[in-house]
Nanobody
């Protein structure tokens, strides 16, 4: 079973940057699409970005396009989310998730993902 652990969340000022990491164990990450989701206080969880088997196939929600970059290092069994030009509205708990089915193109739909990490807190505030 795929197990995921997020790290890298922190308190950062508006305009700052963070890099989140999603480390995997239990199964080889190579075969699975990985998504990043976030949940702000009082709001539903939303899809932020996802990456398929290779870096050439990625997707982003409109609000983070041009600011966030998702990538993967299969040798390290890790997926990263580089977040630049952070805004207060980026605040929330960020979760990474693994697709239920291997070799599938990633989408920002939560029901595609069956393996979830515990989340890491990102707070953007001055």
């Amino acid at each position: 079973q795929l197990q995921l652990v997020e790290s890298g969340g922190d308190l950062v000022q508006p305009g700052g940057s963070l890099r989140l990491s999603c480390g995997a164990s239990g199964l080889t990450l190579d075969y699975y699409s990985i998504g990043w989701f976030r949940q702000a206080p009082g709001k539903e969880r939303e899809g932020v970005s996802c990456i398929s088997l290779s870096d050439s196939n990625t997707d982003y929600t409109d609000s983070v396009k041009g600011r966030f970059t998702i990538s993967r290092d299969n040798a390290k069994n890790t997926v990263y989310l580089q977040m630049n030009s952070l805004k207060p509205e980026d605040t929330g708990v960020y979760y990474c998730a693994g697709d239920l089915t291997p070799f599938r193109r990633c989408v920002l739909a939560q029901n595609q993902y069956g393996y979830w990490g515990q989340g890491t807190q990102v707070t953007v505030s001055s």
